[in-house]
């Protein structure tokens, strides 16, 4: 039976013993995957499959720190998720900004990005109740 989305970016943590905030740079470098900055036309990211190996772009045009990291995270999604065995992810900027995305795999690769960024185990461990505006 297949994980969700969520527990193979946990699962991933865990192999990589990573707390707190995560460098996703690193975590690709750690999977053997080379990130790059390059000019996308309607896209945020891309995951790019050859030969065993793997490349993830993000657009330069991407200029919020935030946003480029959830990018490299989603695309990392594709990367880890068994069933996202395609050669090429082209994720457009309205796909993973949302998650009512269409696509069932940007869905899960927003949900896979969402988890390894902020992981509800942590999120968890400083709610324990509801939110107060002081908290949050």
Same mark, same amino acid.
């Given at each position: 039976m297949a994980l969700s989305p969520e527990q193979y970016a946990s699962e991933l943590r865990f192999k990589l013993s990573l707390q707190g905030r #995560?460098? #996703?740079e690193q975590v690709a470098s750690s999977l053997g995957i080379r990130v790059y900055e390059d000019e996308l036309d309607g896209c945020d990211g891309?995951?790019?499959r050859l030969d065993g190996k793997a490349l993830i772009i993000t657009s330069r045009k991407c200029t919020y720190s935030t946003r480029k990291r959830f990018a490299i995270?989603? *695309?990392l999604g594709h990367f880890c998720?068994?069933?996202h065995d395609s050669c090429e992810f082209r994720?457009?900027?309205?796909e993973s900004s949302s998650y009512r995305a269409?696509?069932?795999?940007?869905? *899960?690769?927003n949900k896979f990005a969402g988890e390894l960024l902020l992981p509800l185990s942590e999120i968890e461990k400083v709610l324990k109740g509801?939110?107060?505006?002081?908290?949050i």
């Amino acid at each position: 039976m297949a994980l969700s989305p969520e527990q193979y970016a946990s699962e991933l943590r865990f192999k990589l013993s990573l707390q707190g905030r #995560v460098d #996703v740079e690193q975590v690709a470098s750690s999977l053997g995957i080379r990130v790059y900055e390059d000019e996308l036309d309607g896209c945020d990211g891309v995951l790019l499959r050859l030969d065993g190996k793997a490349l993830i772009i993000t657009s330069r045009k991407c200029t919020y720190s935030t946003r480029k990291r959830f990018a490299i995270a989603h *695309e990392l999604g594709h990367f880890c998720i068994p069933s996202h065995d395609s050669c090429e992810f082209r994720c457009t900027e309205a796909e993973s900004s949302s998650y009512r995305a269409i696509s069932l795999f940007e869905r *899960e690769g927003n949900k896979f990005a969402g988890e390894l960024l902020l992981p509800l185990s942590e999120i968890e461990k400083v709610l324990k109740g509801p939110p107060s505006m002081r908290l949050i």
